[in-house]
């Protein structure tokens, strides 16, 4: 019986070991044919590169890591003597946690970017100065026909262009509504403008002043006023302000015109407030004014009547009185350390406007549109306040407004955010007149709070950067053992140390390279059968005696006289 040594192959697991060389081979030597002498390879060894060391020193340091780290299990994946299926369970687990918080985290940052804030009511009313809302009363047809008479002649004698007084009277109620629909009736009618920019007519060059020219005075419009049950002069009380609804008169607003044609305004505002104890919690006027309808614009004292509001109410002397509630919503000061983005709100003094000194949200639009109308025309409508580097439109220029009015109004191109202190104004409750005492209109109409305000929403962080930093360390600390000191940790072994190690200790990191490109390769374990079936053999597996039987064919006859065959 013949058999045959050879190691490498193992007929029952199917084990292939990696070809080696043999010492002569690895250590530099070339061998040369049988009865010749051994002769030293003149190649020089070739010492490795920075980028090469770099390498080796990472992969030191990441053994160095696993074996000393705080966190959980990671020890157990980088000991050489366990066994493969319990490096396989701890890096699951590590796995699993690392792939939960991650997610947990995600949510986390999500809502502190989404929805950090809370708004919840306010019963501390007692400390309350409760502001009154500004009033602004538009009237539809606010031109004097007296006034708009004499200024006509005076500009054209007797003979008066055609459709003059209509031009004037779409001035004092010039919107961008009428400027998109009626621009092109006057604005090429030289009578009216002129041929050249060296004869333009007074009311198309300076159309706010013609349009003061013409109005209605207060004196003429309103009398008998009362401010908390008290009489006041109406003009003391209700000033002009131009609107992009046209030419109204306002009371209690921050927004007036400075000065005007036939009053001096005073220089300094003062709010209006109501306390608890007050007889009445409301304004009210008379008007000479029964044959025209009037819109009610209710609204915060900051801000100013505009194309975000609707009127509250449009005044046909049917009602009498309007009551209104309020509802007052502020953020408190720890909510600055949030973006705008995630609170939504901008505070009074965060962002600087051109047209308000404290920020709302319709002094936002507000500036937003006469932006973009000086992009698109190099001019903005005369009912926006004076500002500097702003222009009046003249009539003519007003055909470019028309032409964009869309693009001008577009509230998508306008980023603005409701101010972090806002109060809204809505109507409860309308008092008609009582008809069964014979009378079908009425000269007065009453503003009036509902009730005294009681309660107040409040605006406050639920999350903010501390809880978001604690939030993270719990969920890490939970699943994987992570503290913000095993952050720096992590960071100071693949950095820092890396690069020391790489340039102090290079020799020991190439012996270290040599010693493990050195060390034998394990097998491959081409079998089948699972390890938990039949387990793989040791590496150092001894020598096996095949039968020659099992390795030749059938047909082969071994040569006499020799009991086993050797390759």
């Known amino acids: 019986m013949y058999t045959v040594e050879q190691k490498g192959f193992v007929c029952g697991n199917m084990k292939v070991h990696p070809q080696i060389q043999n010492k002569n081979q690895q250590r530099g030597f070339k061998t040369k044919s049988k009865g010749t002498n051994e ?51 701890w890096f699951s687990f590590t796995a699993i946690g690392t792939i939960a918080t991650c997610i947990i985290i995600v949510s986390l ?10 708004t919840g009511l306010d019963t501390d009313f007692h400390n309350w100065d409760v502001p009154f809302p500004a009033v602004t009363i538009c009237d539809i047809d606010p031109v004097d026909d007296e006034l708009l008479k004499e200024y006509v002649e005076k500009l054209w004698g ?59 005075h207060c004196d003429t419009i309103f009398y008998d006023c009362e401010w908390k049950g008290d009489s006041e002069e109406c003009c003391d009380l209700l000033v002009p302000v131009f609107t992009e609804m046209g030419f109204c008169y306002a009371f209690n607003s921050r927004h007036a015109e400075r000065t005007w044609p036939w009053q001096t305004q005073n220089e300094q ?38 194309l975000e509001q609707s009127a ?57 549109r006469m932006q973009r109308s000086r992009s698109f025309c190099k001019c903005v409508p005369h009912f926006y306040p004076v500002i500097n580097g702003y222009r009046y439109c003249t009539v003519k220029e007003l055909e470019c407004i028309a032409k964009y009015a869309s693009a001008i109004t577009d509230i998508t191109h306008c980023s603005c ?48 950067w501390v809880d978001l930093l604690v939030s993270f360390g719990g969920i890490a600390g939970l699943f994987l053992g992570f503290s913000l000191l095993s952050g720096v940790e992590l960071i100071y072994y693949f950095t820092l140390r890396a690069w020391c190690a790489a340039a102090r200790e290079g020799d020991m990191l190439r012996r270290e390279k040599e010693e493990r490109e050195r060390r034998p390769k394990p097998p491959h374990n081409l079998s089948l059968v699972p390890w938990f079936i039949r387990p ?22 071994p040569p006499p006289g020799y009991t086993e065959y050797l390759p």
């Open 39 to 89: 002769q030293q390879s003149t190649k020089p060894k070739s010492r490795d590169g920075p980028f090469s060391l770099l390498a080796t020193s990472l992969r030191h340091q990441t053994t160095e890591f696993f074996n000393n780290s705080t966190l959980h299990g990671v020890r157990y994946i980088a000991e050489k003597e366990r066994p493969f299926c319990e490096k396989f369970m």
């Open 109 to 118: 940052w999500e809502k502190f970017q989404t929805n950090p804030t809370i």
């Open 158 to 216: 007797d003979e008066p262009p055609e459709n003059a007084t209509d031009m004037l009277r779409w001035l004092a109620t010039l919107s961008y509504k009428t400027i998109a629909s009626q621009a092109s009736q006057f604005v090429n009618n030289r009578n009216l403008v002129g041929d050249t920019e060296f004869d333009i007519t007074e009311p198309a060059l300076k159309p706010k002043d013609a349009v003061f020219s013409i109005v209605r």
């Open 269 to 306: 505002f003062s709010e209006l407030f109501i306390h608890e104890t007050d007889a009445k919690w409301s304004f009210l006027f008379y008007s000479f004014r029964n044959d025209s309808i009037i819109n009610i614009y209710i609204h915060s004292t900051e801000e100013m009547a505009g």
């Open 312 to 368: 509250q109410h449009s005044w046909d002397r049917r009602v009498e009185k309007i009551s209104f509630s309020v509802k007052h919503t502020y953020t408190t000061e720890d909510a600055r350390q949030l973006s705008i983005r995630q609170r939504h709100c901008i505070f009074a003094d965060e962002q600087r406007l051109e047209t308000s000194n404290i920020y709302t949200y319709s002094a936002c639009m507000r500036q937003c």
């Open 417 to 464: 955010e409701l101010g972090c202190s806002h109060t809204v104004y809505e109507v409860e409750k309308l008092t008609e007149i009582d008809s069964t005492k014979g009378t079908t209109s009425t000269s007065f109409l009453e503003t009036e709070f509902v009730s005294w305000p009681m309660v107040r929403y409040k605006r406050e962080v639920l999350f903010g």
């Open 536 to 557: 793989p053999a040791p590496v150092n597996e001894g020598v096996l005696k095949l039968q020659v039987k099992d390795v030749q064919p059938p047909q082969y006859s």
